[in-house]
Nanobody
């Protein structure tokens, strides 16, 4: 079993900052890719930022220059530093990881989601 546990969401004013964390635990052999998606009300879930299997990073255009993804491999944890937040960043943020388990099974896993609300 693999679990992703997110933390760090909340309410922030426009221009403010938040830091999200996602820790993976369980029967992990290798984390191939890991990152963040978000889903706003009435919209489809979209990629925000991620580490690819090759170790590079991808960001959606709307967050480039404002958000930074980082990771601590020893802790199987990925972070999302969100600066200069805008009301349109309001969404439920989900952690995603593509993990090879100790049984050598490859699957996508999702966290439970954490709400980020940007409002004055």
């Amino acid at each position: 079993q693999v679990q992703l546990v997110e933390s760090g969401g909340g309410l922030v004013q426009p221009g403010g900052s938040l830091r999200l964390s996602c820790a993976a635990s369980g029967s992990i052999f290798r984390i191939n890719a890991m990152g963040w998606y978000r889903q706003a009300p009435g919209k489809q879930r979209e990629l925000v930022a991620r580490f690819t299997s090759g170790g590079s990073t991808n960001y959606t255009d709307s967050v480039k220059g404002r958000f930074t993804i980082s990771r601590d491999n020893a802790k199987n944890t990925v972070y999302l530093q969100m600066n200069s937040l805008k009301p349109e960043d309001t969404a439920v943020y989900y952690c995603n990881a593509r993990i090879t388990t100790t049984l050598l099974s490859l699957s996508d896993y999702w966290g439970q989601g954490t709400q980020v609300t940007v409002s004055s």
